[in-house]
């Protein structure tokens, strides 16, 4: 039996987020504006059917699919929210669910850490993929399951403020969002972040 483990709509992408898909991922690289969907299933390889059913019946490009041992994590993009929102549908209709039946975002840990030091900073930097944290900015790290969630989390801290997205890991067995800028910014964006996944109906864990 196929567990919906996330299932995220994404009205508008923003630039970093796309940027950061672009560089990591090995699919059809979306630009800012489109919108988008982020799932994640379970057992993982039924990700590949998944993504079949969806690209013969809906008009989206597949950014990135991922198959691990546990967990598959699909995510498409469209220019019209219509289109990716009719993506959404095949899929619950596949799967025989409702939207509902995904599971809810779980938040395992947050921090923020203000004026990061030199040493730090180059530690970070070492294993990001995106922007670079520079020292004295405050540092914003999320850890959220399921971990397709984490790329919707990115997206709702970039609408809201202007940080810069250092990192995200949207597959395995967490999601991690690594978020610098000012304190003022990095707060911001922990508000909206923190409440835009609280605001997600789903089962719960």
């Known amino acids: 039996m196929i567990e919906l483990r996330a299932f995220a709509f994404i009205d508008q992408l923003q630039k970093q987020l796309v940027g950061y898909i672009g560089s990591t991922a090995r699919g059809y690289y979306p630009v800012a504006g489109q919108a988008a969907l982020f799932m994640e299933i379970a057992p993982g390889i039924q990700v590949n059917a998944l993504t079949d059913v969806v690209l013969k019946k809906a008009k989206v490009r597949p950014g990135a699919m991922v198959v691990e041992r546990t967990y598959g994590m699909l995510e498409v993009h469209g220019d019209s929210p219509a289109d990716v929102i009719e993506a959404g549908e ?15 975002p779980k938040i395992l840990a947050v921090e923020t850490i203000e004026r990061v030091v030199p040493h730090m900073t180059q530690i970070v930097n070492r294993f990001r993929d995106a922007s670079m944290l520079l020292s004295d900015e405050a540092l914003y790290i999320l850890e959220v399951v399921p971990a397709g969630y984490a790329g919707f989390a990115a997206n709702e801290a970039e609408k809201a403020a202007a940080i810069k997205l250092v990192h995200a890991s949207v597959f395995g067995a967490s999601g991690r969002v690594y978020l610098a800028g000012s304190l003022s910014d990095i707060q911001a964006a922990k508000f909206a972040v923190e409440g835009a996944l609280g605001a997600l109906t789903g089962r719960e864990h």
């Open 90 to 104: 095949v899929v619950l209709e596949y799967l025989g669910m409702k939207e509902t039946d995904r599971l809810k």
